[in-house]
Structures are given as C-alpha cells and as structure tokens.
C-alpha cells in the first residue's frame, strides 16, 4: 500500500483531522472538539489518542504514514516544533507540540501556522493550480495570509511573513489592533467591512435600506451589506467599492512586489464571490504595471475549509525520504 | 588551486569585470566600455575576448571556473539565457547571450538582471550579512530591486518580482512612465525627488534657497536638495520628509509582506546616507506592525558599484557540483 500523509486543522472550536495520499487526495476525514480547558492542556492528549484511535478503526499502524502536518494559531518555532501565545486555545507557555505528537503516535510531525498552512492547501489542490508563485489571503474576523515563491512557504526573520492584514492602504485611516493606522484589516475583515460602512454612514444622504439599519442601531453583519449591494443599494455598492478599492490596492502591490501567478481570496468575505473578486480585480489592475496585471490573476479559493487540512498534510511530505 | 568564479555587470556605458573566489573576495577586476553600435551586436563578442584574453593574461584556463554570472539590463529568461528588450544596450531582438558566452569561453554561463543581481550582492557580502531574507531597494534615475527570502532570489511568474519601483505609494499621486499613478519612482527616484520638490513649491510661502532656484527655472537636482536639507533649509528639508515618507511607506508594506531581516537602500540617493536612513526608518517604524518593526532593519548599501560583479559572480555558484 503506499504510504499516506495527516493533516491536521487546528482551531479554537474543532480540530480537523483528514489522512490523504500524497498526492493530497483526502480519503478519510473526522473532527474532534478543542478543548481548551485546563490551559489547553488536553489538546495535544485529545489529538494524539483521536488519531491512535482511527489508526486502530482504520486497521492502519504508524508505519502506513509518511508523516503529520498542523496548522496551528499562535506563534511557531518551525524548527523546535513549539507554540507559544494561541490564546484561543489558551496556550500562553510554551506547548512542545511536536515532541508530544511524535512521542504519542511514532510518526514524524511538522507544524506550521494556520494562515500560512491554508495558503500551502490552496496552492497544492486549490485555485494556486500548484504554481511556485502563489499569496493565499484569507478575508475573515482578521485577515491573514500566506506567501509561497519559487516553491517555497515564506515566513521572514521573525516569522511574520504573509501577515497582509496588516499592510498599510490608507496612512490616515482607521486605528488597528496592531497599534498603527489604516492597516487592510481594518477595512476588509468582516469587522473591517462594517466599521467602513459606519463611517461612510455619516456623510451618505440618498435613500438606503442598509444605512437605515446602520442609523437605527440595528446589528449589520459584512454579509448583510453585501447581499444589499448584490440587490443595487446605492449605498451598500459604494461600502463594497470602498473595500474591493483597499483590497485592490493591497492585491495590487503584492502584485508588483511579488509578481505570484495568483493572489488567491478565501474566508468568510471572499463568500461574495464573483461579485466580489471582479471588483478587486478591476482596482489591482489600476494599481498595477503592465507586466504584471497581465501575468498574475486575482482568484477565489476553492477549498473552503479543507484547505488547512490538505496545507497541513503537505507539510508532512518533506519527510518523503 | 581553488576554482574560481567570474562576475559581469553590463551596463549602457561600461561592463565591469571580476574575478572572484568561491567566498566572494574580488581577486582582479576590470572594465571595457560598452559598444553599442550595429544593434549591440559586438557586445557579447568583445566580453568573450576581453575574458580570454585576461584569463591569458593571468595564465588561467576555463578549468580554473566554475562559471561566470552576469547582470543585464533588459528582460532576461534565465533557463534559456536570452536577453531581450534592454533599450540602453541597443538589444531590441532576442540575444543568445548564454549560448554565445559558453561556446567563446568554454565555461559554464548564468544571467540575471541587474537590480537582482545587485541584491543578491549586498545579500552576499554587504548590508545583507548573507541572511537568508533581504530586499534591496537602489534609487537611482528610476527605482528598482531585488527580494531574496528563504535564501531564494524571487522572479515571479513573469520575472516582475522585486519591481518594488512601482509600488503605489499614491492613489492619486504623479503619472509614472509605467502608464499607472503614483509608484513609488516618480517620488523617490533622483527625478522624482526633484518631481517632489517642484510640486511642494507651488504652495510653500516660506523663505529657501532651493526654492528660489526651482522657481528661477535653474537646474536643480536631487543632490542638490538633500545637500540643502542637511544644511537646514526649512522647504529641502520639507522636500526630504515627504520622500522619505513614502519610502517609509513602501518599506513598511515590505516588511510587513515579507518580513526580511533587512531592507538595504542603495542607489544614487542613498549617497544621502544616514540622514535619508534614518528618516526612512522613522516612517518605517510609523507603518510596521510591533513583531515587524521590531526584527526587520532599514540598512545602507555597503558595497557601492562592486554590488553588482559580487551578485552577479554568486550567479555561477550553481555550477558548483
């Protein structure tokens, strides 16, 4: 039989487990609940009895597998296989992930964080079609995202690589979490989205459904105004012009500072679709050279939620000897 | 004896030669100019013969190299080792510059262009500290550069990465030659320094020299106004600001992107040294997020026109089997 690759999806709600072959095609898949408990300290337990146990039910022993890969939030030690400040999982000290994982299962383990694992999935079996040059960015609560060039996962000297959510697009605009102005999250995360239709709330004057939710207090979500604008609510097409503007402009200069095949948008913004990505992409091309608005492409992932598991078993396949 | 490698930087007026070891320390170098007559076509035969002649000339064989590396103007396909499109050269057409090389000098031949090349040289053995992550930026009559990360110098799908010359600093800002608004050459540049200066005048009231030159039609150029600004000339030193500003800018969406160990400036402008660097790196500072701002570096250059043979030579180390 040849041999097969983990993937391991590690949130603050569920861990998502799959077993694919190498060639990333998933042939069993199963989830178990995160509990964080205890400062998280069942999860590594929990995960590595959750895969003894279908190893068991599978009639497959540590031997059928190359190795493990996770995406993990927090912050990771590449090398060392450790995590540090997940603070969904309630991890705040060091958690030696991987000296534990390959302990309990005799099977070797990689992990890498959990942006950057997705963007490995959409580039290995999503729209990334496996080129050397792809940015995965992932439009969700935050926004964050992975680089991949020449074939490599990117990760810089302090591991910060790929964190477009904090790209500046507008130096006077709104305050970020991070501590500085008018970073791309602010104005495209889910969040993002709403905090610009507040703000262009105040100075709107024509008639509109969504604005009169927004002045009467109501609770807006970045579907809501979405699917407004998809209806032709005057003002709900000028927020979602607003943010594909940003996004165009983010897109737009990862484009001509990396030239990838494709920017690729997932998460739970990228849901608008279509309507959504031609509308980044009419603003990347205004924002970019010829050369590369010509070459790279503004794509919507493909993978949904089996990107991170797919990413991370990828990170398993450098143990192919 | 060690085996050697050889360096070329190609440029529209001269092409410098050197001979290198394997560490990177220049052992000879020399310069031809460049003739650019009869469509370049004498370009490449005359490399051939000044290095068969110095190998000549310092009793050496192409047994004693490993390779030669080359940087170029113009549009380069590093596989087949053509050149195409480098206007200065009077290369219009497709150039077999590998092919011609390695059959006249019978050692191994790679190429790559120029603003690469030199990045890979301050990577190599200047500013860089040989780190695996490192951008370099030369800000020169346009803006170009050069992106090393995980120890790979990134091309992109088309060969646009590193283009960091039209990055949008303005959405609104000045024409560029590239047909979009607002790239980070046309205010950054040693022209668009001056570009910078000319439109600040048009509203600044207070009393400056330089100033006063720029409204008397005289010539003024880029050095001439960071001299004036180190001087305390209140509009230079407002000039001087807004530049470098934008470099923060641009710098700061880099690290926050890529998150190299160091941005190294080089270039005709950065003859400003640390009174350009620092105040890049003060704007840097304004547009990084804490984990960025605090592990990528803004550097100069280190090693002036040399940049460009050391990269280049670094080139051939492939051929190292």
Chains 1, 2 share one sequence.
Not at 149 to 158: F, S, Y
Not at 259 to 269: A, E, H, M, Q, Y
Request: proline share 3%; glycine share 12%; charged share 20%.
């Amino acid at each position: 039989m040849d041999k097969k690759i983990i993937g391991i999806d590690l949130g603050g709600t569920t861990a998502k487990f799959a077993i694919l072959t190498m060639d990333g095609e998933i042939q069993q898949k199963w989830s178990i609940d995160t509990n964080i408990l205890d400062e998280g300290s069942h999860i590594v337990p929990e995960i590595v009895e959750s895969i003894n146990h279908r190893l068991n039910l599978y009639n497959m022993t540590s031997e059928d597998f190359i190795g493990i890969g996770m995406g993990t939030p927090g912050s990771v030690d590449l090398e060392k296989g450790t995590v540090i400040g997940a603070y969904n999982l309630n991890w705040a000290t060091l958690q030696p992930v991987k000296e534990l994982i390959e302990k309990g299962t005799k099977i070797p383990f990689a992990l890498d964080n959990d942006a950057n694992v997705a963007a490995l999935g959409e580039r290995w079996k999503g729209a990334g079609e496996n080129d050397p040059d792809v940015i995965f960015i992932t439009l969700g609560t935050g926004v964050g995202g992975g680089i991949i060039a020449e074939g490599k996962l990117l990760h810089g000297t302090a591991g910060c690589a790929g964190e477009v959510g904090h790209v500046t697009v507008d130096p006077n605009g709104f305050e970020c979490t991070c501590g500085k102005r008018g970073c791309l999250e602010t104005v495209s995360s889910a969040t993002g989205v709403v905090r610009v239709a507040r703000h262009l709330a105040e100075e709107y004057v024509g008639d509109s459904k969504i604005k009169a939710l927004l002045d009467d207090g109501e609770e807006v979500t970045s579907k809501d105004i979405f699917e407004y604008a998809q209806a032709e609510d005057p003002f709900a097409l000028m927020v979602v012009d607003k943010v594909c503007f940003y996004l165009g402009l983010a897109c737009g200069n990862l484009g001509n500072t990396l030239n990838p095949s494709s920017i690729v948008l997932g998460g739970g913004v990228s849901a608008a679709g279509e309507f959504l990505r031609s509308r980044v992409e009419n603003y990347f091309k205004e924002f970019t050279f010829p050369q590369v608005r010509n070459s790279t492409k503004i794509k919507l992932a493909e993978l949904g939620n089996e990107a991170g598991v797919i990413g991370a078993a990828s990170l398993a396949l450098q143990f192919d000897k």
